[in-house]
């Protein structure tokens, strides 16, 4: 068999599958001719294929009602996006167009939320979920929502928090009770930061909560970090939760909804593999059969869904422009930007995403490391999820290389300081929103252009 890139690929992973497939030795990306959109373009870039969220959207909303079908249960499913995964206008409009609900982590996404109402994507009805340790002036924008008769909901992160909005909503609403959950064994600490305790939350409401004229708690609130996964660590949180919203609904009669938290994880490896209709089924199961042994009521389901909606729909695009040897066994392809300003998950937490060839893959391939154009040490991308080295197609000074690292599109853009001044002022790649038009065909439009030095120097002062 021929030892090029195409094969490696094929006998590694089952390939071609869903999002990727290659066509005359070009990557296609959800039906995307990326070898098109970079002759286009160029590189660096950003792209963000938009059907893709809708796609994720539906999907999620089609394992809850089966499970729900499936165990007969009671209470709805309400999905949730949380914004500060992208809080791109093409983001939030692609997820509303599929009626959806959001949730809020600080004052200035309530701009945003006002913004969308003006412009008639939301309405008064739609969900907000506030959660996030509330300032004084995230406090002062929800409390002027739920005045105006929006259907906001504040997550109440600690004991004192409601006190700040006692003085400033004048009529009544509801509001949740985040639960702060165990952290994984192998973590630096117990406890979430965020959250009331466990063994608060019932005094609590017996307390203070229900002799407020204004409030009403309807939700309890479950997060854990990692996500929705099937682990006994998970499974073991979520008992804890019903624990306690069971015992809570037994003295609340407003109480009515439980909201998941964490997400759906997505695809940073070919290999990966998630049953997404088992954990769906699983947790409904779950939470119907503690509730029926309780005696209480099913709860309202609510998911916040972030990495979810958005990760999927994104690619980072790159040249790779030289090849440096820089010993016997060590071959360096430097890219033409930087993964600490681009990728920031892939140096502040090591996170691996899928990477592949754009063009090419009838080459031969050798193993390489990846390096950035910074003067950071920690400016390289050296292993993937799945192996613990990077092959692609032999460098070839006369033959152009690119590559790609996707499923890219959720929080990299708001860490990596999207528009700001980043490490070495290596600026911010363009952006190209692709998405389908009227007729089903597959167009490309600029979002912005790659940042430039007046912008850096306004920044700056000078």
Known sequence: ?????????????????????????????????????????????????????????????????????????????????????SHFSYVLNEALKNDIHIETSSAFDIHIVRKLYEQGRISKDTFLVHNGYKRDLYVQLISELINDGFNS?????????????????????????????????????????????????????????????????????????????????????????????????????????????????????LADEYDYQYMAGEIVRQVKEFCEKEGVPEPNIFSEF???????????????????????????NMIDSSFITTLPDTWAINQRFIMLAVNRWDSTYERVNLGGLTCDSQDYYNTEAHVNNIYLPEFRRNEPLYIGFFNTGAYQNA??????????????????????????????????????????????GY
Not at 212 to 217: I, S, T, V, Y
Not at 431 to 441: F, L, P, R, S
């Open 1 to 85: 068999m021929e030892n090029n890139y195409y094969n490696l690929i094929d006998q590694t992973f089952e390939f071609p599958q869903e999002g990727f497939e290659v066509k005359d030795n070009q990557l296609y990306f959800h039906g995307i001719d990326l070898m098109a959109i970079i002759k286009q373009y160029g590189t660096p870039l950003k792209l963000s294929y938009l059907p893709r969220i809708s796609e994720q959207i539906q999907k999620a909303k089609v394992y809850f009602s089966t499970a729900m079908e499936q165990y007969n249960y009671q209470g709805n499913y309400t999905y949730c996006y949380c914004t500060k995964s």
């Open 153 to 269: 909901l504040p997550v109440l992160d600690n004991l004192d928090e409601l006190e700040h909005f006692r003085p400033l909503v004048k009529r009544e609403c509801n509001v949740g009770i985040r639960i702060a959950t165990g952290e994984e064994p192998q973590s630096n600490y117990y406890t979430a930061r965020l959250g009331i305790r466990h063994r608060e939350i019932q005094d609590y409401y017996m307390n203070v909560l229900r002799k407020e004229k204004h409030f009403k708690l309807k939700m309890l609130h479950f997060f854990i970090d990692n996500g929705i996964e099937d682990s006994l660590y998970y499974w073991n949180e979520l008992q804890k939760c019903l624990r306690v919203y069971c015992d809570l609904k037994q003295e609340c009669p407003t109480l009515d909804s439980l909201n998941i938290g964490g997400g759906f994880p997505i695809k940073h490896s």
């Open 306 to 332: 972030g990495s979810y909606t958005v990760g999927e729909s994104g690619a980072t695009l790159y040249s790779i422009i030289d090849q440096k040897k820089q010993n016997d066994v060590e071959w360096w």
């Open 415 to 460: 860490l990596g300081g999207y528009g700001g001044i980043q490490h070495c002022l290596i600026p911010s790649p363009k952006q190209i929103v692709v998405y389908k038009d009227e007729n089903g065909k597959i167009v490309s439009e600029l979002f912005s252009e790659e940042q430039g030095h007046k912008g850096m120097l306004e920044t700056l």
